[in-house]
């Protein structure tokens, strides 16, 4: 209950009991004399007063307090490549005491460093069998007391033998690996934070182990380099031929699995449930032993991490994004094995997991095969899935074709947004009719689809005055029971024409009159125009097209494409982790683009799915990557197994290791706190009632409008004290932000948006619709 309401409640409970307390069948008595005048009461709010522009900037500039730069500054200090260096590895064996000698110099920024003060260090030996590493491994070299000459910069680590017989008449490697000046573990994982990792490795014996993927597809989400937990090179010395072996000391082929728990979680949540906690029952263990037991290789750990806990944002039968180049190595008919099935697919499934893949006993059930489908066989031991067998069953290639058909039209990388591109070509506006033209063009790819069949959705937003924001968003609906200025090309919009449409090729006018008043003054100036390309494969399925967008200037009548410095890096930020946009959360026509999100994604609307948070894309964002769970009111908490999928997805990290890495998203320069004339106010939507099961300490808090920092920086902010249900933190936050700015409760946003840019703007504010 807010506090608001409880003062009203107070005041009631007050005021009732002296009413009943006059009731009764006396007479009046004599008016009493007048009583003193009493003293002045505070001043009350005043409702009209002009909202205060904030002052983050003040502070928030990189001396006084952290901005973007700041944070991008901290994070930088993080992980880096090649300080802490590691050379001439040599291992000899001591026949006379029967040891194992490794012996290595380090330095740190190419001055001598003795090794004993590294915050970790390991050295391990794992056997190579010709094909796989196998025990016995992870042998540990490192002696309890490591020895170092400051003279010749020799580290020194000397330990007795397991088998005393030198590693050198192995087959194996042996991988040094650490880091030092630590900062800390991310709560609930086990990445450690640190500056300097380190990694060295020499082969024994005859290794030839290529790996089937790529630390490269690794380096596309996470940090660069690649570093496991945070520390553990997936490459040493930038040699490809390396992928992966430093992981070989813990992740052997035939090693026992220990993370049944990602399985449960898509096979049996009620039982994951039991492991979350640690209540497993013995059925549980039992069946952890069989059902779920699975050997420790990284193909295991690494897809079922991603396909069954950890937010991985791509669907995970893009096999490419991390075995580009080796689809015919991991697609070949020997690995279509039950292993690598479960590895992805749930046995049976649940209608329960927030994450279900298709199960297996959904697919053979759909195939009509699953009487004489057995968990257990390799699939194609009986020469049934093999190529020229006569059986009609598909090999492995032609069930996984191992890139994601809404993304690529074939193996070898080739996007549709590549094949499939639509230009904005032409626009003009006269008498408050804008006309513009588009149209699509096609360079190789299937035969089967053409520029004729894109079906286009025309969009125009109406930015506020010289900013980034629209003060009017075509996906509105203030009008009547249409999309303001959103259109599906050929449908009937009483504000659309279109005026031609024929061999990839359309004219569109919309209608502009609704907003004459904010043109003329001024408070509308630009225009943005943007094109949906709406695209089928021959599976009925919306592929993965870019959608353009071009501003126009009302009043010069020309596109102004400059005009907007780009504040995302698209293709080296997004697609580094989703390949395509919207192909995971929206339609897949709405890619390549963040202009195109923020017409939809405005400021003038709250957060919706996201509590406390804005509609606008910088919120929204924000928000999404700092894992603060949707919908929050309508979790049953008193449900375990709902409960848990939420304290999983809040628990969860940004895959550089750091929300503060801005620029894994941002172009340099373009995380700071915003101009305030050049970003429009915003609106935060409202808490979340109380969900079931959960009393939560952040409740009652009302919609508020608010500053574009407030609302951009602010909603990382926000998220963390909304995961941690810290009430006293976020009061804080917005006591703080209210006092710097403005944090107006239930405040109409138009008006907000003219007071505030009167302060930048000499436009007349006009009624608005």
Not at 116 to 126: E, H, K, N, P, V
Not at 432 to 452: E, I
Not at 542 to 559: C, E, I, Q, W, Y
Not at 639 to 647: H, K, N, R
Request: hydrophobic share 35%; aromatic share 10%; net charge negative.
């Amino acid at each position: 209950m807010s506090k608001r309401m409880l003062v009203l409640m107070c005041s009631i409970f007050l005021v009732v009991p002296l009413l009943f307390m006059g009731c009764g069948s006396g007479s009046d008595g004599a008016t009493g004399a007048p009583g003193a005048n009493g003293a002045n009461g505070a001043n009350g709010q005043d409702l009209t007063a002009v909202p205060n522009p904030e002052s983050c900037a003040v502070c928030h500039n990189g001396s006084a307090e952290r901005d973007g730069a700041a944070h991008q500054a901290a994070y930088d200090e993080l992980y880096q490549d090649n300080v802490l260096r590691v050379t001439n590895l040599g291992y000899a064996f001591n026949g006379t005491d029967n040891t194992d000698v490794v012996t290595f110099n380090m330095t740190k920024a190419g001055a001598n460093f003795d090794c004993r003060d590294a915050d970790s260090l390991g050295i391990y030996f794992t056997s190579y069998n010709g094909t796989n590493f196998v025990a016995p491994g992870r042998l540990s070299l490192k002696a309890t007391s490591l020895s170092y000459d400051a003279g010749t910069n020799l580290c020194t680590s000397t330990k007795a033998s397991s088998d005393n017989v030198s590693l050198l008449t192995k087959n194996g490697i042996i991988v040094l690996y650490g880091r030092d000046e630590t900062i800390g573990t991310i709560p609930g994982s086990r990445v450690a934070q640190n500056k300097y990792p380190f990694a060295a490795l020499l082969k024994t014996g005859t290794v030839d182990y290529v790996s089937a993927a790529n630390n490269a597809g690794c380096e596309k989400c996470h940090i660069v380099p690649f570093l496991k937990h945070g520390y553990i090179y997936g490459q040493v010395g930038h040699d490809a031929a390396t992928d992966f072996y430093t992981c070989k000391a813990c992740h052997l082929d035939d090693g026992e699995g220990g993370h049944q728990f990602w399985q449960e979680l898509v096979d049996d949540p009620v039982m994951a449930t039991r492991d979350f906690n640690g209540t497993l029952t013995a059925a549980d263990i039992t069946k952890q032993g069989t059902t779920y037991a699975y050997k420790t290789r990284l193909m295991n750990d690494v897809h079922m991490s991603h396909a069954m806990e950890f937010e991985y944002p791509q669907s995970m039968a893009n096999c490419a994004t991390c075995h580009a180049g080796k689809l015919d190595v991991i697609l070949a008919d020997a690995n279509f094995t039950a292993e690598t099935c479960k590895s992805c697919h749930a046995v049976t499934g649940s209608a329960q997991a927030e994450k279900p893949q298709p199960s297996l006993a959904t697919i053979w059930a759909d195939k009509g095969v699953a009487s004489f489908h057995s968990i257990g066989s390799t699939c194609n031991a009986s020469g049934c899935h093999v190529a020229g067998s006569g059986s009609g069953a598909k090999v492995f290639s032609a069930i996984h074709t191992g890139y994601d058909k809404k993304i690529y039209a074939d193996a070898v990388g080739t996007k549709y947004s590549d094949i499939f591109k639509v230009t904005i070509d032409t626009a003009s506006f006269d008498n408050n009719l804008l006309t513009f033209s588009f149209q699509a063009t096609k360079t190789g790819g299937p035969a089967g689809l053409a520029v004729t069949d894109i079906a286009p959705t025309v969009l125009v937003g109406l930015y506020g005055y010289d900013t980034k924001d629209f003060l009017f968003g075509p996906h509105e609906r203030s009008i009547d029971t249409n999309r303001d200025l959103e259109y599906v090309v050929g449908a009937t919009h009483p504000r659309y024409t279109t005026v031609s449409a024929a061999g990839g090729s359309w004219t569109v006018t919309a209608n502009l009159s609704t907003w004459a008043d904010n043109i003329v003054a001024g408070t509308v100036k630009r225009v943005e125009i943007a094109v949906l390309p709406t695209l089928k494969n021959a599976d009925n399925v919306v592929v993965a097209l870019n959608a353009p967008s071009r501003t126009f200037n009302l009043g010069t009548k020309t596109f102004t494409d400059s005009f907007y410095a780009p504040i995302v890096k698209v293709p080296t930020g997004c697609y580094n982790c989703h390949d395509a946009l919207a192909t995971t959360f929206h339609s897949a026509d709405r890619g390549g683009n963040i202009v195109v999100c923020r017409l939809c994604h405005i400021v003038k609307a709250g957060g919706s799915h996201l509590e406390m948070q804005s509609r606008s894309i910088d919120s929204y964002v924000h928000a999404i990557h700092s894992f603060q769970a949707f919908d929050i009111g309508d979790i049953n908490f008193a449900d375990p197994v709902e409960s848990m999928f939420y304290d999983l997805k809040v628990e969860s990290h940004f895959p550089t290791f750091d929300i503060t890495n801005c620029q894994s998203c941002h172009n340099a320069g373009k995380y700071n706190v915003p101009d305030q004339s050049k970003s429009l106010p915003g609106v935060l939507s409202a808490s979340d009632p109380q969900p079931a099961g959960f009393i939560r300490n952040i409740f009652g808090v009302p919609s508020y409008v608010v500053g574009p920092a407030t609302r951009a920086c602010g909603a990382c902010h926000r998220a963390h004290e909304i995961k941690e249900d810290n009430a006293g933190g976020l009061i804080a936050f917005n006591s703080h932000t209210r006092t710097n700015g403005y944090l107006l409760e239930n405040a109409d946003i138009l008006t907000v948006i003219n007071q505030v840019m009167a302060n930048f703007y000499d436009e007349v504010v006009l009624p608005t619709p």
